[in-house]
């Protein structure tokens, strides 16, 4: 990883959700976005960025996991966006249409999106979604930043097997991240924080 300033935690305000383009917040600061498969650990990771528990509960409210959600990172100025979770397994194909029609506008919409961070529970291989969200953000320019979750549930010879296979799924190469023992937290805010500034260079290298 790069040397850059590391935010000991996000300052992130909840400022309100939207289902269309019509609902996004009118300011022009930076946003970075989060994606990843529902129980991928995106809340998790989200509370543990921000140093408090209650963070992405907002996101879990029922009615309200179709969303998306807005953050507001008061210390450096940027918005961290929340997208719908996917690949619900028993999800109907009509809500899973929705989901995805939701994120397509929003990556394909916001003109002030700088970086998306796409999450992946470290035990799964990438699928077309995680190849299609890949695909969109390098034909926007946009900085992708690919973290494993959940890398505790893994023993060492297992965990570097893994690592092997996701690196070379083509996406680029993975941080580790894990919100039980805090592996990978600051990589991952180092990142963040690059995102947001625009100086991560390449997609894939933090
Ligand atoms: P989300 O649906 O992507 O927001 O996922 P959650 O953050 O709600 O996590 C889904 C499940 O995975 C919950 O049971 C979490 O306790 C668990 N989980 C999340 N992150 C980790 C992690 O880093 N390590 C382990 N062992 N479990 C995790």
Not at 11 to 29: H, K
Not at 181 to 187: C, K, L, P
Request: glycine residues 10%.
């Amino acid at each position: 990883m790069r040397s850059g300033p590391k935010p000991e935690r996000l300052r992130l305000d909840y400022t309100g959700s939207a289902a269309t383009a019509a609902e996004y917040p009118a300011w022009a600061i930076a946003e970075v976005a989060v994606a990843g498969r529902s129980n991928c650990g995106k809340s998790s990771l989200l509370n543990c960025l921000g140093g408090r528990s209650d963070l992405a509960r907002v996101s879990k409210t029922p009615g309200r996991t179709q969303r998306i959600h807005f953050f507001r990172e008061t210390a450096l100025d940027f918005a961290l966006v929340d997208l719908p979770g996917y690949g619900f397994a028993r999800v109907s194909k009509a809500d899973r249409a929705r989901f995805a029609a939701a994120v397509d506008e929003y990556l394909r919409e916001r003109r002030n999106l700088r970086g998306l961070v796409l999450l992946l529970d470290v035990r799964r291989t990438p699928e077309a979604e995680e190849h299609m969200l890949a695909e969109f953000t390098a034909s926007r320019g946009i900085r992708l930043l690919l973290v494993a979750t959940k890398v505790d549930k893994l023993g060492r010879a297992e965990r570097a097997r893994r690592f092997r296979e996701l690196d070379s799924a083509g996406l680029g190469r993975w941080v580790g991240f894990s919100s039980i023992s805090r592996e990978g937290r600051d990589e991952v805010l180092r990142g963040v924080a690059a995102l947001a500034s625009g100086q991560m260079e390449n997609a894939g290298e933090v």
